[in-house]
């Protein structure tokens, strides 16, 4: 039975090493998580950037939550984000699915952020934002937590690194150009977009890789 995306892809582990990639799973997910101080501590200028980039959201939807009543709907575009099954990470005994950072936090991030984050980004004496703040927007929110929460906020770049080796190394007859939503924030217009990746499909969805120097194997939550 194939389980490990080499396996599955027809692909070489030392050439999924050499890329800088995890060897993940396509039976169940690994307890393995994004970690956002790994980006922030990297010498890589890249890393660098996607860190600054989840301040700068953080940032916005704290402004947000202090200017403005949030509708329902603008609710569920800026504060409710699904767990990324694709990169088959996190806690889930059987498959990808898990629960991701569903309305309850949605809600309470809207309703908190302006009282934890007055200074978010800001700060004179740390060297950066602490993203462990959002363990105190509610009770059982943990690390593993703020794991889906970048996740989601460095999504286009995850899927552009997978984009890069699907087509260097993996056969035209497992890839498919695929649309994935909500991929990257558009600060000028407020919305989430869309966009087009050749990707590996397995099972009727795409899959998505992730560099082994942002994940840690120890418990976020």
């Not at 993940?24 to 660098?48: A, E, G, M, R, V």
């Not at 035209?172 to 990746?197: I, K, M, P």
């Amino acid at each position: 039975m194939k389980v490990y995306f080499s396996e599955i892809f027809d692909v070489e582990e030392d050439i999924i090493e050499e890329y800088g990639a995890f060897n993940i799973s396509l039976i169940t997910d690994l307890p393995l998580f994004i970690d956002p101080f790994l980006l922030f501590n990297s010498k890589k200028s890249i890393y660098q950037k996607l860190h600054e980039r989840i301040i700068k959201y953080l940032k916005f939807l704290r402004d947000k939550s202090t200017e403005t009543q949030v509708s329902e709907g603008l609710l569920r575009s800026w504060y409710f984000f699904s767990e990324v099954e694709q990169n088959w990470l996190g806690f889930c005994f059987k498959g990808n699915r898990g629960r991701g950072l569903g309305p309850d936090f949605a809600k309470a991030l809207n309703e908190n952020l302006n009282k934890l984050f007055s200074d978010f980004g800001e700060e004179k004496i740390t060297k950066s934002s602490h993203l462990e703040k959002l363990c105190l927007i509610k009770e059982g929110v943990g690390r593993d937590t703020i794991s889906d929460f970048t996740t989601n906020l460095i999504k286009d770049f995850l899927l552009e690194y997978t984009q890069a080796f699907t087509q260097r190394h993996i056969s035209s007859n497992l890839v498919e150009h695929v649309a994935v939503n909500r991929v990257r924030f558009n600060f000028d217009t407020e919305t989430w977009e869309t966009a087009h990746f050749d990707l590996p499909v397995y099972n009727g969805d795409f899959v998505m890789l992730t560099p082994r120097d942002l994940l840690t194997k120890t418990t976020l939550g």
